[in-house]
């Protein structure tokens, strides 16, 4: 057995459970006077006191995981984060911030250090499973039936009803998480799944997925997916080839492709995005107007069809707009290099910043940085950058070691939760996943889960570090 036997019922077993099904279906957001009350505010609380209860009674042992590197990183950030408090305007915004962030802390080590059996990582896996599969199903049917659908950004879509988001309220979240996920899915069904009838069955929830990540329109997911494809590609190995060239896959495969083709906006859409992608990097290499616009002249040609011509446009407009954010942010670092302007304050401050510097009004009140990154430059320094990205430096190092150290039988399970978190720490450049509870929640906890199982699967198969 992976875990150690015991008589007695493991709380932190039933709550990590509640986690898994839960938080991914069930979004709601209110109020107790001033304290916001969401699903993760409910169950990661259930799940603490369930790990203390179990430690006192002597319910739970410790897996084989040496979390002091992580430890130090989360503990290096936290510290940065207090102190750039003493420059925040609103020490209540900051602190919510904070207590935010110590809650995906406590997930993520409770998870990735208790001991658990075969039994229980297969009922993780089926609890999640089914968690995903009514998200996407609810996906399918909210745009079939056309119910709470998200209209930001159809300017750019002549054919979609709308946006996507399933459970996830915002299709830029959606997008998150699935890309998140479905590495782990499809790895799992090709190198794992022996049995024809489920390998079909789970490459039939691929296709589900892909399709809720098309219904999205998040041009920045469809790129991030398919940058993770390409990482599944490069380092998954024999396992994955062999399982991937058998006839019910490939058939399954062709199938997809055929049906994502053909969806409503997939060509446009696409085109926009390699066109946004192109237009963000001449922002980055600093093109002057004049040959920016010599460019795109000799781009249009003469039969250049109006819809393609107002897609450009529409590309445009989105690309400033979000160009316009990240200066916003970018000037907040400037002017508070070491420490920001104050854990969670940079929303706190934006009307400060479009005042003073005209030029960044889009014309809201508040609006989010869309970039995770650099809404850590501005309100913790680069301080807070430095120390937020040691604990993603921990985080590979931990994949890369274990990919080494590994058996062919183990490694697709690395390469799912690597090609995973990487589309998502990519597609934080242009939203701020990090800070979003529900995604960031279900990041650390799948996180948490395959780490001890990896660890967990090495010693029981006697490969030694």
């Known amino acids: 057995m992976v875990g150690q036997n015991t008589s007695k019922i493991v709380l932190t077993y039933y709550a990590i459970l509640l986690n898994l099904f839960f938080v991914p279906i069930v979004f709601f957001k209110a109020y107790l006077g001033p304290l916001p009350l969401s699903i993760e505010i409910i169950t990661i609380p259930i799940l603490a006191i369930c790990f203390f209860i179990d430690y006192i009674r002597g319910a739970i042992s410790f897996a084989a995981f040496r979390i002091s590197p992580f430890v130090i990183a989360f503990a290096a950030y936290f510290i940065v984060s207090v102190i750039s408090l003493f420059k925040a305007y609103s020490i209540a915004a900051g602190a919510m911030e904070i207590m935010r962030y110590l809650s995906y802390v406590f997930l993520f080590l409770i998870v990735v250090k208790v001991k658990f059996t075969d039994v229980h990582f297969r009922m993780f896996l089926y609890t999640f499973s089914a968690s995903l599969i009514l998200v996407a199903l609810y996906g399918l049917a909210q745009y079939m039936f056309g119910f709470s659908l998200n209209q930001s950004g159809m300017y750019a879509l002549n054919e979609a009803k709308g946006r996507v988001a399933s459970t996830f309220v915002n299709p830029n979240y959606y997008a998150g998480f699935i890309n998140f996920v479905l590495p782990c899915v499809l790895l799992f069904v090709v190198c794992y799944v022996k049995s024809k009838f489920l390998q079909i069955f789970g490459m039939a929830v691929c296709g589900i997925l892909l399709i809720n990540l098309i219904l999205t ?4 997911g469809w790129v991030t997916f398919i940058g993770g494809l390409f990482l599944i590609f490069v380092f998954s190995g024999k396992a994955f080839y062999k399982g991937l060239f058998k006839w019910r896959i490939i058939i399954s495969a062709v199938v997809i492709i055929a049906v994502l083709f053909n969806m409503p906006d997939v060509q446009l859409r696409t085109k926009s995005a390699l066109h946004a992608m192109s237009n963000v990097i001449q922002t980055y290499i600093g093109d002057d107007q004049e040959k920016k616009a010599a460019d795109e002249n000799n781009n249009i040609e003469e039969n250049q069809s109006i819809e393609s011509i107002r897609e450009d446009h529409n590309t445009e407009v989105a690309v400033v707009s979000r160009t316009i954010l990240w200066k916003t942010g970018w000037m907040m670092f400037k002017e508070n290099p070491m420490l920001g302007v104050g854990e969670g304050n ?44 040691s604990i993603f430096a921990v985080y590979y190092y931990f994949i890369a070691r274990q990919y080494f150290l590994s058996n062919h039988r183990i490694r697709p399970i690395i390469v799912a939760i690597f ?4 589309t998502y720490f990519m597609q934080n450049l242009t939203n701020n996943l990090y800070f979003i509870p529900q995604v960031n929640v279900i990041f650390w906890i799948v996180s948490g889960l395959l780490f001890n199982y990896i660890v967990s699967m090495r010693k029981e198969n006697h490969i030694h570090s």
């Open 346 to 389: 940079y929303l706190v401050r934006y009307p400060d910043y479009v005042k003073k510097y005209p030029n960044l009004n889009l014309g809201y009140r508040a609006y989010s940085v869309h970039n995770s990154y650099l809404k850590i430059l501005a309100e913790t320094g680069i301080l807070g950058l430095i120390t937020f990205l």
């Open 419 to 422: 090609a995973g978190s990487a």
């Open 217 to 220: 329109y998040t041009r920045a």
